[in-house]
């Protein structure tokens, strides 16, 4: 059974590894391999010190048996999607965790605290070959725009999903299947 809490800066490591393995598992041939190969936890143990420092995003973790096993993070989007003003800022979960409804609890959360704070729209951007993409269309989110970004050296289609009323998700109650 998997619990939600909010992080603090001394969930940075647990974070970063939990960051990797789901970037290692989900991104094999997707992102270029040598860039995959090079992701350090340590870099980004330092990283998620920080934005668990900062005040513009807010984060939870998702455990199991006291175990990181998942993650999300979210606060304004910057820029704004098509006016979508919230954002899930990142969100990952070890593949062994996936398919149990805490993906969708992850989702539930962020968007709860996200209405607390005024957000009245939220949207989220994935790489378009992400498995991903259906769980946000499962969440009900509407793809709204698609981009192009560049990732050890390679353009990836990206797109965004929307969810025009985020009282809507946060009142939602288990993923319909997913997460």
């Given amino acids: 059974m998997v619990t939600l809490r909010k992080a603090d800066p001394s969930d940075a490591e647990a974070i970063a590894r939990v960051h990797v393995t789901s970037w290692r598992e989900t991104y ?5 391999r040598d860039h995959l190969d090079s992701l350090d936890v340590g870099a980004c143990t330092e990283r998620w010190r920080e ?3 900062s005040p513009h995003s807010t984060t939870f973790v998702a455990e199991d048996e006291g175990k990181v096993v998942g993650f999300v993070s979210g606060g304004a989007m910057r820029p704004p999607v098509a006016n979508y003003e919230g954002g899930i800022l ?13 993906g969708s609890q992850m989702v539930q959360q962020i968007a709860q605290h996200l209405c607390a704070q005024g957000f009245r729209r939220l949207a989220v951007w994935v790489l378009a070959e992400n498995p991903a993409c259906r769980f946000y269309r499962r969440m ?3 793809q709204l725009l698609e981009q192009t970004i560049e990732i050890g050296g ?5 797109v965004a999903f929307g969810w025009p009323d985020i009282g809507m998700l946060a009142a939602a109650r288990g993923a319909e299947n997913g997460g």
């Fill in 90 to 102: 990142a969100l990952y979960l070890l593949q062994s965790h996936q398919r149990q409804r805490a």
């Fill in 140 to 142: 009900g989110g509407i």
């Fill in 28 to 32: 094999a041939g997707i992102v270029p």
């Fill in 154 to 158: 390679q353009a990836l289609p990206e």
């Fill in 51 to 53: 934005i668990l420092q």
